[in-house]
Nanobody, 122 residues
């Protein structure tokens, strides 16, 4: 039900925009996680239905911006000033439809997209 897209190869310092489309249903809380090789999947950012409440991993504040378009059922992640350490598979995720509270733990999200690869070259 979640389809992530937009990944690719970017040079350090560059920008990229990821998009996640949900089909068939809408979700109040949606998020992005990422998983680098050999590492645990980690929280990146989340957004509530209104778009007014967002959360970011502390290390990413100021470089990443999450947004959503409820009419299109999409959630985007705009990434700037990319670094090689941002290289990872990026996953979009959603909490159960009835839930409205943002959480940052992986276990709080029950729907997951297939992931899209971002590679940042130095």
């Amino acid at each position: 039900q979640l389809q992530a897209s937009g990944g690719g190869l970017v040079q350090a310092g560059g920008s990229l925009r990821l998009s996640c489309a949900s089909s068939g249903r809408s979700f109040n809380v949606m998020a992005w996680f990422r998983q680098a090789p050999g590492k645990e999947r980690e929280f990146v950012s989340a957004i509530d239905w209104s778009g007014r409440t967002t959360r970011y991993a502390d290390s990413l504040k100021g470089r990443f911006t999450i947004s959503r378009d409820n009419a299109k059922n999409t959630v985007d992640l705009q990434m700037r000033s990319l670094r090689p350490e941002d290289t990872a598979v990026y996953y979009c995720a959603a909490r159960a439809s009835s839930v409205t509270v943002i959480q940052t733990t992986r276990a709080a999200y029950v729907y997951w997209g297939q992931g899209t690869q971002l590679t940042v070259s130095s």
